[in-house]
């Protein structure tokens, strides 16, 4: 199992939104990293959704449902895309201050390419995550 975090604006769509749809295609990703990413997430693999621009925070837990696919979004190029469903809220949101301040996560691509909207963790940084938020991954 792979471990990932996923950045979306809140006034596009938010984690709300995520929950009340029951899942979404993640589409729209245009970098060449991240799209990277995307491509090898695999059924299963659990998600962090991070609220960026307002909020900065990582507010729940998703997990990969379809694997890659052609992102019918995209109007040129090879864009992939994924389908991720909602898994859990946090407890307690976990703030990009607290992520920054934490000698496991300071390094994470979150940080380190503050721009990156999809990339890797791993299992000891989401389960850091999970610990800041007082989540636990099985209730």
Known sequence: ???????????????????KDGGAAWTGVRNFAARLHLRAMKRGDLVCFYHSVTGKEVVGLAKVTKEAYPDA????????CVDLAPLKPLAKPVSLGAIK????????????????????????QLARVLELGGTKLRD
């Open 1 to 19: 199992m792979n471990y990932w975090l996923v950045k979306s604006e809140p006034g596009s769509y938010a984690w709300a939104t995520f929950v």
């Open 73 to 80: 979004t995209a109007k040129e190029g090879d864009w992939s």
């Open 101 to 124: 301040a934490d000698k496991l996560l300071a390094g994470i691509p979150l940080v380190r390419q503050s721009r990156l909207s999809v990339s890797p963790l791993t299992k000891e």
